[in-house]
């Protein structure tokens, strides 16, 4: 039994251990509650890993190994039991995790929210296992509302945001709320406003992706440009310089469609019929192509089917069929190479057998290793021509179902 204790206690120490999702509150006042959760959505995809949380999250781990290593020590002095030593462990990044950030929203009064009511923050962090909170309140002021964003982390409250709006463009803050929320995570790194950019992908300087969400994407301060690229585009370099104070970046610039080609397919014989991005099209085909490369498929009863990668500008293609029974000509090919290579092995094998026989009976001193050669060799020659019949025979029936 006090084994069995000192198991379970072994165990729970090791999952203990194991990374776990940050689990972040939201609190928001009436009204705020989807423009909140869609900041924060966006704020948590794209944060980098360097970032504050990541120091939030080792604290996690180590408060982890201390309690579990407490437990441990308990369980064993309460079953009189050897001490177990410390078992060794391996920090996880938080952004290891599956999912890597969990958001609980938190349904409280909104006057808890606006007085920021550290009991009412302490009790809900202790009871859902929050790992930090962040809050978004409004008041009104005269005919317009002011906005504040706090944050809750380590059992303090830290403002973030704060200004006057008019209560119908609330959303329009969220540019500049998102810039200081980064801020607040990780200074080395700032917020790029890219939605003109949303159908593009955008690398760095190092040919990196650079990962987008709702329009946003965060990047490091030291970026000094950007690359973006679309089907159907050129690609866009664009320079990118980031002020020392700045918190937002906007990334500007407008795509150039590729020139627009034109493409003519014929298809031999005629009464082919072919068919373009799902549907019937009628040859021969004349048409212009803005998009990177489209693939045409041509097929005609008792002929193989044609696929042709078509790209802009690409001219005229003059397609030819082939009927379907010249598909067999490669398993006819392949039959006949493997009939000569049984051929040949045949002829080397006899060779060989040949001459052991001949040198048994000119050097009849080595007869006895000769002999046992010779025979390893006949047995082989026979072999070799059994298995030269059979490929004869699969040579002439593929010939035979392919062309006659």
Same mark, same amino acid.
């Given at each position: ?21 940050? !689990? +972040? ?15 924060? /959505? ?33 369980? =064993? ?10 078992? =060794? ?12 950030? !969990?958001?609980?929203?938190?349904? +409280? ?7 920021? &009511? ?30 504040? +964003? ?17 209560? /119908? ?11 200081? #929320? ?18 593009? @992908?955008?690398?760095?300087? /190092? ?9 946003? %994407? ?13 089907? *159907? ?10 002020? @020392? ?25 005629? *009464? ?9 099209? @009628? ?10 490369? +489209?693939?045409? &498929? ?9 696929? #042709?990668?078509?790209?802009? *500008? ?12 010249? =598909? ?31 040198? /048994? !009976? ?14 390893? =060799? ?5 072999? !070799? ?13 593929? %010939?035979? %179902?392919?062309?006659?």
């Amino acid at each position: 039994m006090r084994r069995l204790s000192v198991l379970l206690v072994l165990l729970c120490g090791v999952f203990a251990l194991y990374a776990e999702t940050l !689990n +972040v509150g939201l609190y928001a006042t009436a009204g705020l509650g989807d423009f909140s959760s869609e900041v924060v /959505s966006t704020l948590f995809t794209l944060l980098p890993d360097n970032s504050r949380l990541e120091r939030i999250n080792y604290e996690r781990h180590m408060r982890q190994r201390e309690d579990s290593r407490d437990s441990q020590v308990h369980a =064993a002095l309460a079953s009189e039991a050897e001490i177990p030593e410390a078992a =060794a462990d391996e920090y996880i990044p938080y952004s290891q995790c599956d999912p890597v950030w !969990n958001l609980v929203v938190e349904e +409280v009064d909104d006057d808890f929210i606006t007085r920021r &009511s550290l009991s009412m923050l302490d009790y809900t962090s202790l009871r859902d296992s929050l790992d930090l909170g962040i809050g978004f309140s409004s008041s009104p002021h005269d005919r317009l509302t002011l906005v504040e +964003v706090f944050i809750y982390i380590e059992g303090n409250v830290e403002e973030v945001y704060s200004a006057l709006c008019i209560p /119908s463009r609330v959303e329009e803050l969220a540019p500049e709320i998102l810039s200081q #929320l980064v801020a607040f995570f990780t200074r080395n790194h700032v917020l790029l406003q890219c939605a003109s950019f949303a159908r593009a @992908d955008l690398y760095d300087e /190092s040919g990196s992706p650079v990962p987008q969400y709702g329009g946003y %994407a965060v990047i490091p301060r030291t970026t000094s440009g950007l690359t973006a690229r679309r089907s *159907g585009y050129e690609d866009l370099s664009i320079p990118v310089s980031v002020p @020392d104070d700045a918190l937002l970046v906007t990334l500007e610039g407008e795509m150039v469609m590729l020139p627009v080609g034109q493409v003519t397919v014929t298809a031999h014989p005629q *009464g082919a019929s072919a068919r373009l991005f799902g549907l019937d099209v @009628d040859l021969p085909l004349t048409a212009d192509f803005d998009s990177s490369a +489209v693939v045409l &498929s041509i097929s005609l009863e008792g002929f193989r089917d044609e696929n #042709l990668q078509l790209t802009p *500008g690409a001219g005229f293609h003059s397609v030819i069929l082939r009927p379907q029974w010249m =598909a067999g000509d490669d398993l006819v090919r392949q039959a006949k190479d493997e009939m000569y290579r049984a051929l040949r092995n045949t002829l080397l094998s006899f060779g060989a057998y040949v001459i052991m026989s001949s040198v /048994s !009976n000119i050097y009849p001193q080595a007869a006895v290793w000769s002999g046992i050669a010779s025979s390893l =060799a006949a047995g082989v020659s026979v072999v !070799n021509l059994m298995d030269f019949l059979h490929d004869c025979m699969v040579y002439y029936d593929s %010939a035979r %179902a392919v062309y006659l």
